[in-house]
């Protein structure tokens, strides 16, 4: 008998279902907040609930294959791009956010429209450096309100029937 594991994002816990024969199709609401689940991939010989390691990357609906055809695309699109125009490059970072759902942070957001309004970026860098090398993009993925939450979500014990 098949063990799924689902994801609650609301409640950020990993819930275990357990099926008297294989399903892949079935979608249970969460027993907690009876929210949407989602689906998610476990070992083939784990029974039970899946580790995750105590891992700040962590990152439950990060799609890379996603991020990386934005990449591809938002690269082609580069190639044309006139570097003596700042308003150009911050055009591509405000497509990058865009399209990943990433939010660059009040620092880079600040220096994105100091270049949309034709600003010098090495004058923006040298102004901004630190403020710059110290967010994160990822962390708005990561945290509570975002795509996701920084620490590994919770994992119910419960063996709920699907």
Do not use: W
């Amino acid at each position: 008998m098949p063990i799924y594991e689902f994801y609650c994002k609301q409640c950020h816990t990993i819930f275990n279902f357990l099926s008297q024969r294989v399903n892949t199709t079935a979608q249970p609401s969460c027993p907690k907040c009876h929210g949407e689940l989602q689906r998610k991939m476990s070992t083939f010989s784990t029974i039970g609930r899946t580790k995750y390691e105590d891992d700040e990357d962590f990152i439950p609906q990060f799609n890379e294959a996603k991020m990386e055809q934005v990449l591809t695309g938002l690269t082609r699109e580069a190639e044309g791009l006139d570097e003596d125009d700042p308003r150009q490059m911050a055009q591509l970072m405000r497509k990058f956010s865009e399209q990943t759902g990433l939010s660059l942070g009040d620092g880079m957001e600040e220096a994105i429209s100091r270049m949309e309004a034709g600003e010098d970026p090495d004058k923006i860098e040298e102004q901004m450096g630190e403020v710059l090398e110290n967010e994160d993009p990822f962390a708005t993925m990561r945290k509570k309100g975002g795509i996701g939450y920084k620490t590994p979500p919770a994992e119910d014990d419960t063996l709920y029937e699907l």
